[in-house]
């Protein structure tokens, strides 16, 4: 049973956000006294980076994204599911909100496959289960969700059963499978960029989809991009906003227009 018009609001929480000690989560608190009920998707690639250097292991990207062996599994698992996601509940509780952190591996809530042998451990959605974040959600509490995910693999031994999934498809994934209201990216960035350095406010889906065809979306916006896409297939409106600026989680859902909205065009307003 879906929440269709259910006041869900997806978050996702860039990483650079979260070092920035910016305000988001004090607006999380004040959806929640507004009566929307907001489902937050973390990342933590800079603190990911940090602790493998403290233990002496080297960083590799492939397209902006970790290549995740053994060792770098087990440090994407403890400081994402474990450091960071209790740093942001514990957080929470402080401003007197219910809130519990989980991972993708409980309940299986997102389940993934490794996508290439030469990226180790990292890994895209295939299934979101949504009992236990709706479970959270009807019993008032606000989940806290780390991208670590559930590696279903039909080998018996020698393989992980964690994946390591970038936390802004598992965003769109979420949002889609809630059919949430809304998806919004707190990033670095102030907007989406047009094929000539112009910041776009509202674009439909196919303009969006023709920036990521064309290249003019490159880096970090194109993962954030398509789970737009997604989340708008599903019914969502979609946005990506500088999170690094005081109260834009709670102007962009009270006023909106503080960075690029990414609509379907059925749901595209007057």
Same mark, same amino acid.
């Given at each position: ?82 450091? =960071? @996601?209790? +740093?942001?509940?514990? $957080? *929470? %509780? #402080?401003?007197? /909100? ?29 299934? =979101? @289960?949504? +009992?236990?974040?709706? $479970? *959270? %959600? #009807?019993?008032? /509490? ?129």
């Amino acid at each position: 049973m879906t929440q269709s018009s259910n006041h869900i609001v997806v978050i996702k929480l860039g990483g650079s956000v979260l070092d920035s000690k910016d305000t988001s989560l004090k607006d999380i608190a004040t959806l929640k006294q507004l009566g929307l009920k907001p489902v937050l998707i973390h990342g933590g690639a800079s603190t990911v980076s940090a602790w493998s250097a403290k233990l002496g292991l080297e960083t590799h990207l492939v397209n902006g994204e970790r290549v995740t062996d053994d060792a770098t599994l087990d440090v994407v698992a403890a400081i994402l599911a474990g450091l =960071v @996601n209790k +740093e942001i509940v514990a $957080a *929470l %509780l #402080d401003m007197g /909100i219910k809130a519990a952190g989980i991972s993708g591996v409980d309940s299986a809530t997102i389940t993934g496959q490794i996508r290439a042998t030469e990226t180790g451990y990292l890994g895209d959605v295939v299934q =979101v @289960n949504t +009992e236990l974040i709706t $479970a *959270l %959600l #009807d019993a008032n /509490i606000t989940p806290v969700i780390s991208p670590v995910s559930f590696h279903q693999t039909n080998r018996p031994s020698g393989s992980r059963r964690l994946l390591n999934i970038n936390g802004d498809p598992v965003a769109g994934e979420i949002a889609s499978a809630l059919q949430a209201e809304r998806l919004v990216f707190l990033t670095d960035v102030p907007a989406v960029k047009g094929k000539n350095g112009e910041a776009l406010g509202e674009i439909s889906a196919d303009h969006a989809a023709e920036l990521l065809a064309s290249g003019t979306a490159s880096g970090g916006m194109i993962p954030k991009l398509r789970s737009c896409l997604k989340a708008t297939l599903a019914g969502s409106s979609a946005c990506i906003i500088d999170g690094r600026k005081p109260h834009m989680l709670i102007r962009e859902l009270t006023e909106g227009n503080c960075g690029t909205t990414v609509t379907g065009q059925h749901l595209r307003r007057s």
